[in-house]
């Protein structure tokens, strides 16, 4: 079970369709409480939380990931995504413990960044 926080439509689609082929069972949310609702009402968590770091102007996908992960009381594995170049952003994700990869997104590093024992 992946978790997906993505706010563009297309590239959620996609990236829920990719992530589907690969075997994976994939849940988004549209912020961090309805992700919550969503993982409780289904009983299950998920593995890995993957979040684009801009993902709502409410919440962005570091919050998300961290209120999810606080609100499972588990050390969800969590991946960030952005087209942010900046060290603040980096350091944020870095500080959090979260794995970071930049856009454009390479799909090998994507996979086996997936595929990792955590």
Known sequence: MI?????????????????????????TGASSGD????LRDADTAPSWIIADYWFSRQENGLAAANA???????????????GDSSTEVADSVKKAGFVLLRKPINI?????VLEEDG
């Not at 978790?3 to 992530?19: K, P, Q, Y």
């Not at 992700?35 to 969503?38: C, D, G, I, L, M």
């Not at 090998?108 to 086996?112: K, L, P, R």
């Open 68 to 82: 999810v992960r606080e609100a499972l009381g588990s050390a969800v594995r969590c991946l960030v995504i952005t």
């Open 3 to 27: 978790l997906l926080f993505e706010d563009d439509d297309l590239v959620r689609r996609a990236t829920e369709r990719m992530l589907q082929r690969l075997g994976a069972q994939v849940m």
């Open 108 to 112: 090998d590093s994507f996979i086996s």
């Open 35 to 38: 992700a919550v609702r969503k």
